[in-house]
Nanobody, 120 residues
Framework: QVQLVESGGGSVQPGGSLRLSCSVSGSFFDVYDMGWYRQAPGNERELVARITRGGSTYYAYFVRGRFTISRDNAKNTVYLQMNSLKPEDTAVYYC??????????????WGQGTQVTVSS
């Protein structure tokens, strides 16, 4: 069974930094695209950043220049380095991994979510 575990959330002041991690474990063949999403109360879940297996990245415009997504394929882990945090970054952050669970089947898995709170 495939499981994702997120860590790194917390409360920081504006301008602070956090580093989120998401690791997948269990029985699977490979991990393809990885992404970070966030959802604030009353809002829809939105894409923050994603990274392909080859390392190509995409960032939502509202985090460009502040956040960096990276991955360690050997550890099956994706990271989100968040700098210059703003109050509007406050949300629950979720990782989503495209996992090859067999030779012919790929499936999306979601992390449990980690709270990021940015306030004075």
């Amino acid at each position: 069974q495939v499981q994702l575990v997120e860590s790194g959330g917390g409360s920081v002041q504006p301008g602070g930094s956090l580093r989120l991690s998401c690791s997948v474990s269990g029985s699977f063949f490979d991990v393809y695209d990885m992404g970070w999403y966030r959802q604030a109360p009353g809002n829809e879940r939105e894409l923050v950043a994603r990274i392909t297996r080859g390392g190509s990245t995409y960032y939502a415009y509202f985090v460009r220049g502040r956040f960096t997504i990276s991955r360690d394929n050997a550890k099956n882990t994706v990271y989100l380095q968040m700098n210059s945090l703003k109050p509007e970054d406050t949300a629950v952050y979720y990782c989503k991994l495209d996992v090859g669970v067999s030779m012919y089947v790929r499936r999306d898995y979601w992390g449990q979510g980690t709270q990021v709170t940015v306030s004075s």
